[in-house]
């Protein structure tokens, strides 16, 4: 004898105790059969629509919402519930509505006020939200809830301080809540306190140590104290957890190449840009470890993608004329720098670099330019100051050189390379009245001090000084030392100004146009 249909209650008890053992399919078929039975039961849509929320079909929990709303307009619940699978499907503006209905309904819960608050915040309307925020928890002042909310609010508006107060407040209704730890911890990074942050994500972990954000976000520290080996750590228990989050290798090839591991570096970012190959940060990134490595067209290629991906970056621009240069390649990389300028007119370093490459040009005239709007963007750029002062050099504009070399060592009294050419153009210029001995003495015996008189280009320099200096017997002696460092290719030259010292004339430059300008010694 077969059993007959399941009445409704039974099927009611069924498709709740189902949806308790999260079974949405049996629970779905359970509800389905009660409104077979009572079709203008709106309570029936209503659990069924619940279901079809938790299982991500947005679309049919609205309309079962809908039915239940349509069969009984005071249903309350029914429109927080529409409400919020209307949000979770990104219609904001109607979720705003029917939370507000709902609100309207049943003005003592706190959820309707909750849900709209979080709505408002993802639409950027803070205020209101907060408004809202601050009526819920008037009804619900002990809600963990509302104030992890509320913090979230405040996060996503930059007030850092508030937000971490809220999460403080939640975790002290709810301490064993991993999440608001890790987001109070990022609170306490934005706000300068990377110990506290450490310290919170370790706890989230100690709660679920199966957190790939804690773990990257607790990385991410690591790498900034230069901490790359825990970094590694942490980065890799995250790409565990989360393997196709691109994230985690991205930041674990940082740390790598930190920790001197190029290899591993590459194979991190290329998996990063194989999960994610629209992110322009992963190949980017491998451009600067090819450049590391002075792979200059590998690196170049990467940088392209990177321009191609993030189109208003300039660093992409900045970084492919970087390599243009080392290249050989001034005019392309002229034109990199000026696209990157266009993009951001105020960067003093890609208006360096673009005056930097006028000088591999031999546009001196716009690269002394160039390195005087980066003086103006930046007056305490040391390295302009010098490049202009080449630039200067380069066409015979001594005195303005001198003033500038001495203007770069009054920033950076011991930068060696500024000491070496100031004294070069002090012992070696054509204008007898820029040249002066003692001066170049000190500035060269002081550059080669720095150098542990190492650099064969500056002992050279510092027997230039003492033959300007008269000191002939000196400026053999270190003459000869510097011919023999350099290799026989450069041995000529050097051999030239040690037979002028030996005859007891000092060396002089030509001036512009008699012979190409070249660095100086």
């Not at 079974?23 to 078929?29: D, Q």
């Not at 990022?186 to 942050?197: F, I, N, Q, S, W």
Request: include cysteine; charged fraction near 25%.
């Amino acid at each position: 004898m077969p059993l007959p249909p399941p009445d409704l209650p039974t099927l009611v008890r069924r498709g709740q105790i189902y949806a308790r053992r999260r079974e949405p399919e049996r629970a779905l078929e359970a509800f389905s059969g009660a409104i077979d039975l009572v079709p203008d039961d709106p309570d029936l849509y209503y659990q069924r629509g619940n279901v079809y929320a938790i299982t991500g079909q947005f679309d049919l929990a609205v309309e079962d919402f809908s039915l239940a709303i349509v069969r009984d307009p005071t249903h309350a619940a029914a429109f927080h519930n529409r409400a919020t699978a209307l949000a979770d499907r990104g219609d904001l503006d109607a979720a705003i509505g029917d939370y507000t209905e709902s609100i309207r309904l049943n003005p003592a819960d706190p959820d309707p006020l909750n849900g709209r608050a979080a709505a408002l915040s993802r639409k950027g309307d803070y205020a209101a939200a907060l408004a809202d925020y601050a009526a819920a928890l008037a009804l619900d002042p002990t809600s963990h809830r509302l104030l992890f909310n509320r913090g979230n609010c405040y996060s996503a508006q930059g007030s850092y301080t508030e937000a971490a107060a809220d999460y403080t407040a939640a975790l002290a209704l709810h301490p064993r809540n991993p999440r608001a730890y890790v987001y109070r911890a990022v609170c306490h990074d934005r706000l300068g306190r990377p110990d506290d942050a450490v310290a919170d994500l370790s706890a989230a972990l100690r709660l679920d140590p199966q957190l790939p954000e804690a773990f990257l976000h607790r990385g991410r520290l690591s790498a900034a104290k230069g901490e790359h080996e825990r970094a590694v750590g942490d980065y890799t228990q995250a790409a565990r957890l989360a393997p196709a989050d691109a994230a985690a290798y991205n930041l674990r090839a940082v740390s790598r190449a930190e920790l001197g591991d190029p290899a591993g570096a590459i194979a991190d970012l290329d998996r990063a840009v194989a999960l994610d190959p629209d992110d322009g940060g992963p190949v980017f990134n491998r451009g600067l470890i090819r450049a590391r490595q002075r792979e200059w067209a590998a690196a170049a290629a990467d940088f392209t993608a990177a321009v191609r991906l993030s189109p208003e970056d300039p660093l992409g621009l900045l970084q492919r004329g970087y390599a243009y240069l080392e290249m050989r390649n001034p005019t392309q990389a002229v034109e990199d720098f000026t696209a990157a300028i266009d993009l951001d007119p105020t960067a003093a370093r890609a208006h360096y670099a673009r005056a930097v490459a006028y000088r591999h040009l031999g546009e001196y005239a716009l690269a002394a330019a160039g390195a005087t709007r980066v003086l103006e963007l930046a007056p305490r750029f040391g390295a302009a100051r010098t490049l202009r002062a080449a630039a200067r050099l380069a066409t015979g504009d001594y005195a303005a050189a001198v003033a500038d070399y001495t203007a770069a060592l009054d920033l950076a009294p011991d930068d060696p390379a500024a000491l070496n050419a100031l004294a070069w153009v002090r012992a070696t210029c054509p204008d007898a009245g820029v040249r002066d001995g003692p001066a170049a003495v000190t500035a060269a015996t002081r550059a080669c001090e720095l150098t542990n008189h190492e650099l064969p280009g500056f002992l050279d320099t510092l027997a230039a000084a003492f033959a300007e200096d008269g000191q002939f017997d000196r400026a053999v002696e270190w003459q000869a030392k510097a011919a023999d460092m350099v290799q026989p290719p450069e041995r000529g030259e050097y051999e030239e100004r040690l037979a002028e010292y030996r005859a007891g004339r000092p060396h002089r430059e030509a001036p512009p146009g008699d012979s190409p300008p070249g660095d100086v010694g």
